[in-house]
C-alpha cells in the first residue's frame, strides 16, 4: 500500500498571512468597523466561521453570517492571490512524490479556493485531490474533513499521515487514529503542538520528507509487532 500523506494549506504549504490580513480588514469594514484587527495571526487555523465569531466579538458584534459572506466576497475575488508556497515546499513535495506517496490537501478552508490557490502558485500537479470546506458546513472541521477522505480514497489509518501547524490538524488526525507532524514554520507554536499530541514537529520543510517516512516506518513497525 502507498503511503497517503493529507497536508494542510495555510500555515503548512503556503503563507497566506497577507490575504487573511487583507480580508479580516474588508470584512470589518462591510460590517461598519474601523482600524486593523489585532494579532490576527491567532484567528488564522480554525475554521472560517470560528475565525470570524472571534474576530467580531472582540467588537461586541454577533453578525458572524454576514461576516462569513463579507470574508468570502473578498477572499474569494481578492485574498487568496495574496499567498505564496513557503520556501522550501516544493522541492519537499516533490521529494514526497518520488518516494511514491500519495498526497491530498486537507484545509478548512473552502475547496474551490484551496484548489484555485493551488493552480495560482503551480502546486496542483503534485496532487492525488484537494479537500475542504463545502457549502452546508459538513466538513468544517479536520476529524469530519479526514474521516472523509479516509473513507472516500479507502485509506487506511495506519497507512496515512496528517500534517499540520495547528493544534487543529493534529486533534483531526487523534480523533482517526492516524499519526501527525506539526510543522514549526507556520502560525502555531511548538508548545501548542506538543500539546496537541503531535506524533513528531518538522523544523524546516527540507526536513519534512524524511519525517513524514521516519513516522510512517515506525507506525509500521509497531504494527507488525
Not at 496542483?124 to 463545502?134: E, H, L
Not at 468544517?140 to 474521516?147: I, N, R, S, T, V
Not at 489509518?157 to 492516524?178: K, L
Amino acid at each position: 500500500m502507498r503511503p497517503t500523506i493529507l497536508l494542510d494549506l495555510d500555515g503548512t504549504l503556503i503563507d497566506s498571512q497577507p490575504g487573511i490580513i487583507a480580508s479580516c480588514e474588508a470584512t470589518l469594514r462591510a460590517l461598519g468597523h474601523a482600524g486593523e484587527p489585532q494579532d490576527i495571526r491567532r484567528y488564522i487555523g480554525p475554521p472560517l466561521e470560528e475565525m470570524i465569531t472571534s474576530l467580531l466579538r472582540a467588537r461586541g458584534d454577533d453578525r458572524v453570517e454576514e461576516g462569513v459572506a463579507a470574508y468570502r466576497r473578498y477572499y474569494g475575488e481578492t485574498g487568496l492571490y495574496d499567498a505564496e508556497a513557503y520556501p522550501g515546499i516544493p522541492d519537499a513535495l516533490k521529494s514526497l512524490a518520488d518516494m511514491g506517496a500519495r498526497l491530498f490537501v486537507a484545509t478548512s478552508k473552502r475547496r474551490d479556493f484551496a484548489a484555485r490557490i493551488l493552480d495560482n502558485i503551480k502546486l496542483a500537479a503534485f496532487f492525488d485531490g484537494v479537500y475542504g470546506s463545502i457549502p452546508g458546513g459538513a466538513l468544517d472541521h479536520k476529524p469530519d474533513l479526514l474521516a472523509h477522505i479516509l473513507a472516500e480514497q479507502t485509506i487506511s489509518p495506519e497507512d496515512a499521515i496528517m500534517v499540520g501547524d495547528r493544534r487543529y490538524d493534529i486533534a483531526g488526525a487523534r480523533a482517526n487514529s492516524m499519526r501527525s507532524l506539526g510543522v514549526l514554520w507556520g502560525y502555531g507554536a511548538r508548545e501548542e503542538l506538543e500539546a496537541a499530541g503531535a506524533d513528531g514537529l518538522v523544523n524546516q520543510p527540507s526536513d519534512l520528507a524524511e519525517a513524514v517516512f521516519s513516522a510512517l516506518e515506525l507506525a509500521a513497525g509497531k504494527k507488525s509487532r
